[in-house]
């Protein structure tokens, strides 16, 4: 398998997988437009149409597969990207703007690509979120449906932009549960081989609206500091800085406080 980290303004972004099924090269998340690069692959597997994610793939010009509802939405990006700007702002320019793709595919929960590749749906970071459970190598392309991994930090954190819901990111956690997995595959950053990875990101998911419901009505800032004592990922994800990393991180706390608030 071929790993590709995606740079943007020197900082770590995105990461693709390249690998060869069946005698078809494939590329999981191949990054944003404004990264795009000519790849010597035939088609494209997003786990999300979020334009750090899929946003070169109409560049790339190659089948590409998403959830089926959300189709319409990498054919003519147009409404995409406008609806990225408001909500992202600067960053959404820094990622680009997708071009139209006609050869873009729809898959459901369940359906098998190439005969090796499996696609389930998985919403909870995206209503059309997908993972790909790859058969022959054992190993699961988990998106952004299982946080973001910095091998070099030692830490995970949630990915939970609004709108979150709690239940169905939990319930697309324990749908891959079962699955037999040796190697998986975060696009924030690189794969690991610690399987349990996934269940300890459950857990710390239900720690943070411990933290959280205490009292969901806090700012972002005051969340922070809360977390940051009670979950040594986020107190290093915060000493370690950088742009995109504290962008994540604040847009995932966001995410629980407007749950929490919602809920309440």
Known sequence: MEVIVKRLEGVPLVTAYVFEVGGVRVVVDPGPASLFEPMDVDAVLCTHIHLDHCGS????????????????????PSKLYESSRAVLGVFAEKFGQPRPNEAVMGVADGTRLFDAVDAIHTPGHAPHHVMYYYRDEKALFVGDGAGVHIPELGVVVPTTPPPFKLDVYLQSLDKVRGLDVEKICFPHYHCTHNVEILERHREQVRAWVEVLQQNPHMDVEEALRALAKADENVEKVLA?????????????????????????
Request: glycine share 16%.
């Open 240 to 264: 370690a800085g950088g742009l995109y990393l504290d962008f994540y991180l604040r847009f995932s706390v966001l995410g629980f406080l407007d749950y929490l608030r919602g809920r309440g």
């Open 57 to 76: 793939a109409g560049h790339l010009g190659k089948p590409t597969y998403v959830h089926e509802r959300y189709t319409r939405h990498v054919a003519d």
